[in-house]
């Protein structure tokens, strides 16, 4: 950032580090840089800069924070950034001490996120592709439909992240494996399944994008866009869903391409996948990260005791 006021200039140092040394997103780098920025702010306004701030200091603007109405989340998000980001000023000696080490977070509970039933996702997945093969209709239009069943039919199928998702490769439609190989956090391998249900949509798709977009059907993007970003955006994808979710007769606010994450690794547990196996689909570094999933395996071992166990209540009478 050519021309910045030194304390930014230590974000940019702070977001080379992160990029570098732990491979972070470009979306994870772009929030450090906004909620950085807020508190350098804030900061300047109080006649401090990041290299003379106290931990009063911090705290007069968590404070604000709350004043302004920041919800839990956010603000346990914003904790998060200040205390790696003075964390990165010590350990490299921009300064000798670390303002931000003794500040306490406001403790977030983990719960299980609101699951989608198998008959909602399938209400959904049919309603996303009605019309696309009806010869009636603009070739435009069935695209579209066309692509977002093969957006459905694929997170569904795999459990992405959305920005693995949208980012996906053109190749991905042409493999003859079970399977794809994903870029996740850190830049990370792993091997997602794909179903044949999912191949299908997404070999559909291709042919309507070939044959409205030829140009942009040669892009290296599954997904690809005229945007800057060469693909779709998650923004525009979300958009799409929460219009079929409506169609679909469900609740749009409850609708997200995480809630189908959701409903992919839940729908497994369920079924009987081992949570371990979950953990590496879904791409998490740490089984706790998972584990906001156990109430699936609380219900079905439960069920288990129930209708196995020769002294259950079930089994009385």
Known sequence: MDGAKPEFRLIDAFLDMLASERGAARNTLDAYRRDLTDYLTHVR???ADPLTVGTDDIRAYLAALEARGMSGATSARRISALR????FLYVD????DDP???LEGPRRHRSAPNVLSTAEVDRLLAVAREGWDDEKRPLGERMRTARLYALLETLYATGLRVSELVGLPASAARSRDPFITVRGKGAKE??????KRAKEALLAYRALLSAKSPGLAGSPFLFPSDGEAGHLT???FARDLKTAAAA???ASRDISPHALRHAFASHLLQNGADLRVVQELLGHADISTTQIYTHVLDERMRAMVRDLHPLSDAKEG
């Open 45 to 47: 306004r109080a006649g």
């Open 84 to 87: 790696q980001f003075h964390k």
């Open 93 to 96: 000696r921009y300064r000798a």
């Open 100 to 102: 931000a080490a003794a």
């Open 190 to 195: 792993r091997l997602a399944p794909l179903t």
């Open 234 to 236: 998650r923004q525009a």
């Open 248 to 250: 679909a007769g469900l």
